[in-house]
T-cell receptor, first 114, second 114 residues
Framework: GNSVTQMEGPVTLSEEAFLTINCTYT??????LFWYVQYPGEGLQLLLK?????DKGSNKGFEATYRKETTSFHLEKGSVQVSDSAVYFC?????????????FGTGTRLQVTL | ETGVTQTPRHLVMGMTNKKSLKCEQH?????MYWYKQSAKKPLELMFV???????ENNSVPSRFSPECPNSSHLFLHLHTLQPEDSALYLC?????????????FGQGTRLTVV
């Protein structure tokens, strides 16, 4: 089956620090990979995605590269801000010809302090 | 604003009550989903609808009853719930053209069963 493993949180960083949140996956088939973010009291929002090996997704200073050889999709940002404090979810999707579901990791809470 | 609207945002209900959650999307998507988000647990996919037909039911107890009258609306009917059903219920939609198409989430309904 499909599964996503994320690093345990919470991750606490000072503003302007470098961020890495690890994500690895197992999948039957050829997945697309996603990072979603959930701010307090909100639903999930797509942050970035990559649909094939070596693709790099990027948005709002965040980046993640689809690494097929290591089955990973680590999220990085060079300089975090307090406003980045949220829960980050790694997810994958394998299209099977019908409505294909997203499989999520457990989420990693990021807390950025001044 | 993601184009997926859930109502109500908050709901408190007794174990003998009957209530319904509503989800609406005007994105022209053909697939809709219910997810359950509980504290310290991964997102749990509950139901998937594709072109109004239920394509997945992840062993959800019968006290949760979904309804999809058309591709734009999805309901979750609740009756005789238990306190452990308290959670954030998220609706999502997608246009299933392939694995790379992302899902758009509503802001969720925070349900408390007393």
């Amino acid at each position: 089956g499909n599964s996503v493993t994320q690093m345990e949180g919470p991750v606490t960083l000072s503003e302007e620090a470098f961020l890495t949140i690890n994500c690895t996956y197992t999948a039957t088939g050829y997945p697309s990979l996603f990072w979603y973010v959930q701010y307090p009291g909100e639903g999930l929002q797509l942050l970035l995605k990559a649909t094939k090996a070596d693709d790099k997704g990027s948005n709002k200073g965040f980046e993640a590269t689809y690494r097929k050889e290591t089955t990973s999709f680590h999220l990085e940002k060079g300089s975090v801000q307090v406003s980045d404090s949220a829960v980050y979810f790694c997810a994958l999707r394998v299209y099977t010809g019908t409505a294909s579901k997203l499989t999520f990791g457990t989420g990693t809470r990021l807390q950025v302090t001044l | 604003e993601t184009g997926v609207t859930q109502t109500p945002r908050h709901l408190v209900m007794g174990m003998t009550n009957k209530k319904s959650l509503k989800c609406e999307q005007h994105l022209g998507h053909n697939a809709m989903y219910w997810y359950k988000q509980s504290a310290k647990k991964p997102l749990e996919l509950m139901f998937v609808y594709n072109f109004k037909e239920q394509t997945e039911n992840n062993s959800v107890p019968s006290r949760f009853s979904p309804e999809c009258p058309n591709s734009s609306h999805l309901f979750l009917h609740l009756h005789t719930l238990q306190p452990e059903d308290s959670a954030l219920y998220l609706c999502a939609s997608s246009q299933d053209r392939g694995g790379g198409t992302e899902a758009f989430f509503g802001q969720g309904t925070r349900l408390t069963v007393v």
